[in-house]
């Protein structure tokens, strides 16, 4: 059994929980959160930590593994923070995925029922495959990547650190999408999208330039 921490306590949360509940292999033994989303205004769960108790109560172990793929950059720091510690990441995969052999996959990720993941892809760290989402061959994902559901990337697309795909978007073949950009939903992406930029619609085009 591998008891699972996961970063974060919002909606998304929620959908992992269920994936790790579906699991038998896996038991959720609690969340981790910033220490100013604890002192917000609501009453604090049991099994909920704040990311200083945290560190203070849970001792860095093999049988401790947090699940930082929540989908928000912000989140950077505390899981620096934590690897810095020693704490373990792990990767929560729903059985009703397809993921090829030849995958390369990271740590701290999770990859939701229905997607699929063809040959000769690469996944980095902290990444968010969602629902219904397909990915082709040759593709590589870096580090903090959110793909919504729905979404589908054709082959070699190279999608860099801190890239946000909304729901039901599309990367067209050998697309580059550079760090920290916003991809609306729906949109469908026919020429490579510059660093910290928004694009949409179809084809997607430039809505504004964004603060690193």
């Known amino acids: 059994m591998i008891s699972i921490y996961i970063l974060g306590f919002g909606k998304h949360a929620t959908e992992i929980k269920d994936y790790i509940?579906?699991?038998?292999?896996?038991?959720?033994?609690?969340?981790?959160?910033d220490d100013q989303y604890v002192l917000s205004n609501f009453k604090k769960p049991d099994n909920l930590?704040?990311?200083?108790?945290?560190?203070k109560t849970i001792?860095?172990?093999?049988?401790?593994?947090?699940?930082g793929a929540i989908g928000n950059p912000k989140r950077k720091r505390i899981i620096s923070k934590l690897a810095s510690k020693g704490y373990n990441f792990v990767n929560?995969?729903?059985?009703?995925?397809?993921?090829s052999k030849s995958l390369k996959l990271g740590i701290g990720n999770c990859i939701a029922p229905g997607a699929v993941i063809n040959v000769n892809v690469e996944i980095a760290n902290h990444c968010i495959v969602n629902t219904n989402c397909s990915i082709s061959h040759d593709t590589?994902?870096?580090d903090y990547v959110t793909l919504s559901p729905g979404v589908n990337i054709a082959g070699n697309v190279i999608i860099r650190d801190s890239v946000f795909i909304g729901i039901g978007a599309t990367i067209i073949p050998n697309i580059s999408i550079g760090e920290g950009a916003y991809i609306a939903a729906g949109a469908c992406?026919?020429?490579?999208?510059?660093?910290?930029?928004?694009?949409?619609?179809?084809?997607?085009?430039l809505i504004k330039k964004l603060t690193p």
Do not use: Q
């Open 21 to 33: 509940e579906s699991d038998k292999n896996l038991n959720l033994a609690g969340y981790v959160v």
């Open 49 to 55: 930590y704040s990311l200083t108790e945290f560190i």
């Open 59 to 67: 001792l860095p172990s093999d049988s401790v593994n947090i699940l």
């Open 92 to 99: 929560v995969i729903h059985e009703k995925s397809y993921l």
């Open 140 to 142: 590589i994902l870096y």
């Open 189 to 205: 992406v026919t020429k490579d999208v510059h660093p910290y930029t928004m694009v949409g619609g179809v084809p997607a085009k």
